[in-house]
């Protein structure tokens, strides 16, 4: 699980870095800060994977808390923008793309979360 956490966090900063060092490359209007977003959430899901080198639940339990509100975030920003149609430009794919990874990172730590609890069960 860490070295997914580690995979998932470096593909988060490298989106904001791309966000906001190529923006002139992937069509955006102007520079932003929000686009380095990604990045941060990439980076406290790092210190969280760093922390579970040492303690394995606790580090776990931080990354996967702050992908959970990577995901809730990018959805919060994602779907209004496919409710209302409007899907053109860099921010919409970026926002999406950040949603994805967090959520996917969430849901993969949920099953290893039950499935570590199983086995704990299992073996007392």
């Known amino acids: 699980m860490r070295n997914l956490c580690f995979l998932c966090s470096a593909a988060l900063i490298a989106l904001g870095l791309v966000g906001y060092l190529g923006w002139e490359a992937i069509g955006a209007g102007k520079q ?3 686009a ?3 990045a941060f959430v990439g980076v406290l899901m790092l210190v969280g994977g ?3 080198l040492k303690n394995t639940m606790a580090g776990m339990h931080i990354a996967v808390l ?3 509100l990577g995901a809730l975030a990018g959805l919060g920003r994602f779907i209004p923008a496919v409710i209302q149609g409007e899907l ?3 921010g919409p794919v970026l926002i999406g793309l950040m949603a994805a990874i967090c959520l ?3 849901v993969m730590a949920i099953r290893s979360f ?3 609890r ?3 069960e299992g073996s007392s």
Request: proline share 8%.
């Open 66 to 68: 702050f992908s959970a």
């Open 104 to 106: 996917f990172f969430t």
């Open 50 to 52: 760093l922390v579970a």
């Open 114 to 116: 039950k499935a570590a």
């Open 36 to 38: 380095l977003i990604p």
């Open 32 to 34: 932003s800060v929000t």
């Open 88 to 90: 053109s430009g860099p």
């Open 118 to 120: 199983r086995a704990r």
